[in-house]
């Protein structure tokens, strides 16, 4: 009998070891087949450029077809629950902007996933900032000329735009609204393009616009530019001061893009793809090819993508609250 119990007690500390080997020879072939990279939004816009970029890449390592799957819709939300609901083994990933995780489910009264716990986060890849600007016909060259000028035109229209509701551009004038105490009318459109038209026109008075198709015009003198919203200076415009440093304690508004899987994918499949991504965004030719459409590369850490999750998620249901956003507003 004893030696029956000692037998069985063998087994059974065995077990483990049997497991993880198992597990590390399964993993340790990942991916043997092709992998889904999961898109919330069209081609062709920055978000779907970053996943091609990182999935043509990674097929080179890997050897196996990694494809991008565009399911635009909901500011990204049904890509974010098909991701959040596929099988946990690496083989379904998501490309999610800080909009998607930290900002929807403020703005959304339903959600088919909690981001924070459905969805397990890789890496954050790339950024890009808003840069702040103005028409040439307001007479202001800084940021506390245009709060004083707002200031003292008080009961005017005095408009910002952005490119829809909930996004960073949108949130970045109402956080700008709150803190400077001013009063400007949040203008959305469907898209970019109408507001570089309108703001061109000299039909709006400011814009929190992205970097990437802003930059050539206030570099024409079409536009004036007057701070980006990254927390350090940008390096696509190093000469243009922060909002922090024009006065503006904590102001980041920024557009970050990441990788992330579902809840519960093996830690050693999250820590390859991270790895392996991360390689890809330090080669000169990737980050060249970012930096053309204005964005930096982070290659953070999970942890660090985590972590940045939970900081940034409360302060944008603040000002979500505060100014009374929501989806479809």
Not at 178 to 207: C, K
Not at 208 to 219: C, E, H, Q, T
Request: charged residues 15%; proline residues 8%.
């Amino acid at each position: 009998m004893r030696g029956t119990i000692k037998i069985a007690t063998a087994l059974i500390a065995a077990l483990p070891i049997v497991f993880s080997a198992s597990n590390s020879g399964a993993q340790g072939g990942y991916p043997d087949h092709a992998v889904k990279m999961v898109v919330g939004y069209p081609p062709g816009g920055p978000v779907d450029i970053i996943g091609r970029v990182m999935s043509d890449r990674l097929a080179e390592v890997w050897g196996q077809p990694v494809v991008v799957e565009n399911i635009s819709g909901a500011g990204g939300n049904i890509a974010g629950e098909r991701a959040a609901h596929a099988a946990p083994d690496g083989y379904t990933l998501l490309v999610t902007t800080n909009a998607q995780i930290t900002i929807n489910p403020s703005l959304y009264s339903k959600m088919g996933y909690d981001p924070a716990k459905d969805l397990t986060p890789i890496t954050l890849a790339v950024y890009s900032p808003n840069i702040l600007v103005v028409p040439n016909d307001v007479p202001v060259k800084t940021v506390q000329e245009l709060v004083a000028y707002a200031r003292s035109h008080t009961g005017e229209k005095l408009t910002f735009a952005s490119a829809g509701v909930g996004t960073t551009q949108h949130l970045a004038g109402e956080l700008f609204k709150a803190m400077a105490h001013i009063d400007i009318q949040h203008v959305p459109y469907r898209g970019a393009a109408p507001v570089i038209t309108d703001l061109l026109g000299g039909r709006l008075t400011m814009y929190f616009g992205a970097i990437s198709p802003l930059i050539p015009l206030v570099r024409e003198g079409k536009v004036r530019a007057l701070a980006v919203t990254s927390p350090k200076r940008f390096g696509a415009s190093p000469d243009l001061p922060t909002m922090i440093e024009a006065g503006f304690p904590d102001f980041v508004s920024i557009l970050s893009i990441g990788l992330m899987a579902p809840v519960g994918t093996p830690p050693a499949i999250i820590d390859k793809i991270h790895r392996d991504t991360v390689k890809i965004l330090a080669q000169p030719d990737v980050r060249k090819k970012l930096s053309d459409i204005g964005m930096e590369v982070i290659g953070s850490s999970p942890a660090e993508f985590s972590a940045t999750m939970k900081a940034e998620t409360p302060q944008w249901a603040k000002v979500i609250k505060d100014a009374g956003i929501k989806a479809g507003n």
